[in-house]
């Protein structure tokens, strides 16, 4: 019995780390091509394209992966019964900001596909720094567990 939980247990991880890596590659890649986006003509035929793989990464990789990640997430805490512990508690905080950082691509992925620029190519540039951030704290936290 125990080796079935701990088989279920590791399934589940592999599960977490394949999908943290597919939604982590997604989000460093769409705010790329929101920068490439806002180098092509209004209206132009590579525009259009643009909207095309924009819409496409979000369906299919960036959003399945991010639900993917959370419920396996949260099945490992309830496996372990690491809810209680102060690590998980400041992982998920960050998990947090970074769905929310999620939803904001979606909206500028909207905006953008109705023909509106609110950013600079730098201004995205500097968000697109935010992903590699939280992973870094996000990796400590779960590996270290400092606390
Ligand atoms: C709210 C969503 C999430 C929850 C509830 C969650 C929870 C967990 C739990 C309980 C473990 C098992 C830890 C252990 O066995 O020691 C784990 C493993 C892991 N998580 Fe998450 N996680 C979430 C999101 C993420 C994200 C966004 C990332 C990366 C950016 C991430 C990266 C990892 C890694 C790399 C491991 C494997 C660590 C190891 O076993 O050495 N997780 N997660």
Redesign the pocket.
């Known amino acids: 019995m125990e080796s079935a939980l701990t088989l279920t247990?590791a399934w589940?991880?592999a599960g977490?780390?394949i999908f943290?890596i597919f939604?982590?590659a997604g989000m460093f890649m769409l705010p790329r091509y929101y920068v490439y986006h806002q180098e092509s003509a209004p209206g132009s035929e590579e525009e259009k394209r643009w909207i095309d793989r924009e819409a496409k990464l979000r369906h299919i990789i960036i959003t399945p992966s991010?639900i993917l990640?959370?419920v396996?997430?949260?099945?490992?805490?309830?496996?372990?019964g690491?809810?209680t512990e102060g690590w998980?508690h400041a992982?998920?905080a960050?998990?947090?900001v970074?769905?929310a950082y999620h939803g904001w691509l979606i909206g500028y992925g909207r905006k953008l596909a109705k023909g509106e620029r609110p950013l600079s190519g730098k201004a995205l540039r500097i968000m697109n720094e935010l992903?590699g951030l939280?992973?870094v704290l996000?990796?400590i936290l779960?590996?270290v567990?400092p606390f």
């Open positions: 247990y589940l991880k977490h780390v943290v939604w982590i991010m990640v959370w396996l997430g949260l099945a490992l805490a309830w496996t372990s690491a809810y998980l992982k998920v960050l998990v947090l970074l769905s992903p939280a992973t996000i990796v779960v590996i567990k």
